[in-house]
C-alpha cells in the first residue's frame, strides 16, 4: 500500500542504493532523486552515470543533477514538490540550510560510522584502516556542519581484521538502508523521534582517500599497519609498489611470523609451501593476492610460477 509521506532521495554511489532500493520497495512516495551529474571515467574518459542514477531510471523515478545547490532554480525545483522528507545517503554535496528548511518532517542522512567516529568522507575506509574493532553506522539529522547533527538510530558490528572496504560497504550500506527504514517508518506513524547530540569533544575525521597514500613505503611501515591499509584501500585505490619496474598491487596480505634479519622490501621464499613474504619495518607480510601491471589478480603460488622468482628480488 503506498505511504502518505513524500520524499526526496540524495545520493550517488553504489553505497546509496539499498537505501533508494527499500524505500522504493516498500512504496513510499519519492518524487525525485537527487544525484551528482555524470562524471569522466576509464581511459576514453566517456561520461559516466552514477549508480543512483542508474537505479533512479530502471525505477522509472524522475532524477535531477545539479552541479551545485546553492542556486534559486534548484531551490524552486526542490521547493515546489512539496516533499515532506529528504533522505540522504552518500550525496557528496553539501545540502544549504535554505533547502534543509523545505521538509516539514526533516532531513536525515545514512552514514557509514558509528558517530561521533569518523566523520567525513571515507569512514569505513578509516576504521579498517586504524584498526577498530567495530564498525557501524549511524542515521542523523542533517545540521549544516559535516555529519554534526543530532543522531536516531545507530548500530554497530564486529569488524573482523581481515575485512576490506569493498566487503564492509556492501554489509553496512545494507544495515544503513534497514536503519533507515525504521525511522521513516516511524515518522510516516507519527512516532517521536529520540534524538541524541554528539559529543563533539571525542570526535574524529575520516579524511578523503586519495592515491598518493597507496604507495607502499617499506622501510617506514610495520607489517600490521602495512595489513590495515591494505585491506583500507581494497578496492579503491589499492596499494602499490614497483616490482621488476612494474607497478605491483597488492590486495590481500596478512602478518608473516618474524624472520631473522628482515630487511624491507626484499623478497622471502618459502618453496616448499608455496608462499612468500616481503620485509617491513619491523617483519614480514605475507602476500596472498598480488596483481602485475596489465595482469590479473594472482594468489602466491601463481605469482611465484608467472614471474620466475628466486628470492633475491625487492619490493621497490
Not at 235 to 263: N, Q, R, Y
Amino acid at each position: 500500500m503506498k505511504k502518505n509521506l513524500k520524499i526526496i532521495f540524495a545520493g550517488t554511489p553504489e553505497f546509496a542504493v539499498p537505501t533508494l532500493n527499500i524505500l522504493h520497495k516498500e512504496e513510499f512516495q519519492i518524487s525525485l532523486v537527487l544525484t551528482q551529474p555524470d562524471s569522466k571515467s576509464g581511459r576514453g574518459m566517456a561520461l559516466k552515470s552514477s549508480r543512483v542514477k542508474q537505479r533512479a531510471k530502471e525505477l522509472g523515478i524522475p532524477f535531477f543533477q545539479p552541479e551545485k545547490l546553492n542556486n534559486q532554480d534548484v531551490f524552486n525545483k526542490i521547493k515546489n514538490l512539496h516533499a515532506d522528507i529528504l533522505v540522504v545517503a552518500a550525496y557528496g554535496l553539501i545540502i544549504p540550510t535554505k533547502i534543509l528548511s523545505i521538509f516539514k518532517k526533516g532531513a536525515y542522512n545514512v552514514h557509514a560510522s558509528i558517530l561521533p567516529s569518523w566523520r567525513g568522507a571515507a569512514p569505513i575506509h578509516r576504521a579498517i584502516e586504524a584498526g577498530d574493532s567495530k564498525i557501524g553506522v549511524t542515521i542523523m539529522s542533517i545540521a549544516p556542519t559535516l555529519d554534526t547533527g543530532d543522531m536516531v538510530r545507530t548500530k554497530s558490528i564486529n569488524l573482523n581484521k581481515d575485512s576490506n572496504t569493498g566487503e564492509m560497504t556492501k554489509i553496512i550500506s545494507k544495515l544503513g538502508s534497514e536503519l533507515m527504514l525504521k525511522v521513516i517508518q516511524d515518522i510516516e506513524l507519527n512516532k517521536t523521534l529520540r534524538f541524541i547530540k554528539q559529543d563533539s569533544s571525542v570526535a574524529t575525521y575520516a579524511n578523503k582517500v586519495v592515491k598518493s597514500e597507496a604507495k607502499v613505503i617499506w622501510k617506514d611501515t610495520k607489517s600490521r599497519n602495512l595489513v590495515r591499509k591494505i585491506n583500507a584501500f581494497n578496492p579503491f585505490p589499492g596499494m602499490f609498489c614497483i616490482f621488476k619496474g612494474k607497478v605491483t598491487k597488492i590486495w590481500k596480505a596478512s602478518e608473516g611470523k618474524f624472520l631473522d634479519e628482515t630487511e624491507p622490501g626484499k623478497l622471502y621464499l618459502n618453496h616448499e609451501k608455496n608462499i612468500f613474504f616481503i620485509g617491513t619495518q619491523d617483519s614480514v607480510i605475507e602476500i596472498k593476492e598480488i596483481q602485475l601491471e596489465g595482469k590479473r589478480k594472482m594468489n602466491a603460488n601463481e605469482f611465484i610460477i608467472s614471474s620466475d622468482i628466486d628470492g633475491t628480488e625487492y619490493f621497490l
